[in-house]
């Protein structure tokens, strides 16, 4: 079968697709998916730029690619959700292995893809989709209230797109940073405003929020928390921080703005929730640009130039 991988670290162009040997035959409670559709995540960059080496040591060369929407070819014998035939989409391991024409994976990982939705569009939703479900349900919990007043940062990228959506789903009032050019894309989410970062810090506008969701992951509690509610909560994605063993503190306390850190779970019923939103017209996947597999590369590249929302690549 084709995969795309990379034996070393460096720019796009270290990505190539080449020949590779079909994985074994699915055991246990696993399933073998023909995948058609892949997404780009910063995940995905980042590992073939070379800034997470521990998660691809002993695995080189690398296929990168955490989400996957396909068809089921067969099921290990444990198998109990899934049955040859059905279209799924999935969030894969720390291993990887989603630019890839076959796939094995845990049925737990998995959910069925919605009626009315392309391979593509379901591809564009596991990772960026479950962050955003677990931040704000998970994390930000009962401070995602209605009426609650939520800051997406980064509001154009793959995770800050579902977010602005699930926070309105949610009833709150929601602000989100993005460049000017990216404006009426976010305002297009169900953004209430848009606020340009790059003009202004929006941290220091003076401004309160009950969450503020830090997608791209930079910035600490300290910095947050003149931008918070007194019971405010800042999630970021970045989970290994001194602020996260601080919070707990704070949390014991029960006072003062608080901090937390989404580590996204691969859960079946969460990726069901995401896909019953999208059946129900409540939520859309937003995809910037569909690239072939051969073109694994430019859409690294195309990744990397700062798009709204998701860059999907065709498998098949």
Known sequence: MLAARFSR???????????????????????????????????????RRGELKVATVGRMPF???FDLAGTVLSCGPAVTAFRPGDRVMALL??????????????????????????????????????????????????????????????????????AVQLARLAGAHVTATARASQRSFVAGLGADEVLDHRAQDVLALGRRWD????????????????AL?????????????????????????????????????ARSQDLAQLGSLVQRGLLRPPVDRT???????????HAEAGVAGKVVIAVR
Do not use: W
């Open 63 to 65: 296929t990168p690619g």
């Open 291 to 301: 690239f072939p597999l051969a073109q694994a590369a430019d859409a690294h590249r």
């Open 9 to 47: 670290f460096g720019d796009p162009s270290v990505l190539t697709v080449e020949e590779v040997a079909d994985p074994r035959p699915p055991t246990g409670d696993r399933v073998l998916v023909q995948v058609e559709a892949s997404s780009v995540n910063g995940t995905d960059l980042g590992l």
């Open 211 to 226: 969450v503020v969701l830090d997608t791209p992951g930079r910035h600490t509690l300290a910095v947050a928390q003149a």
């Open 229 to 265: 509610a007194p019971d405010g909560v800042l999630v970021s994605t970045r989970p290994l921080t001194l602020d996260l063993l601080r919070s707990r503190t704070t949390a014991r306390l029960g006072s003062g703005p608080r901090y937390g850190a989404v580590m996204t779970r």
């Open 93 to 162: 391991p720390h291993s990887g292995g989603g630019l890839a024409e076959r796939v094995v994976l845990r049925q737990g990982r998995a959910a069925l893809v919605p009626e009315g939705c392309s391979s593509v569009q379901a591809a564009a939703l596991p990772l960026a989709g479950l962050t955003a479900l677990q931040a704000l349900q998970g994390i930000a919990g009962a401070a995602l209230r209605p009426s609650a007043r939520v800051l997406v940062l980064g509001g154009a990228g793959g995770i800050g797109s579902y």
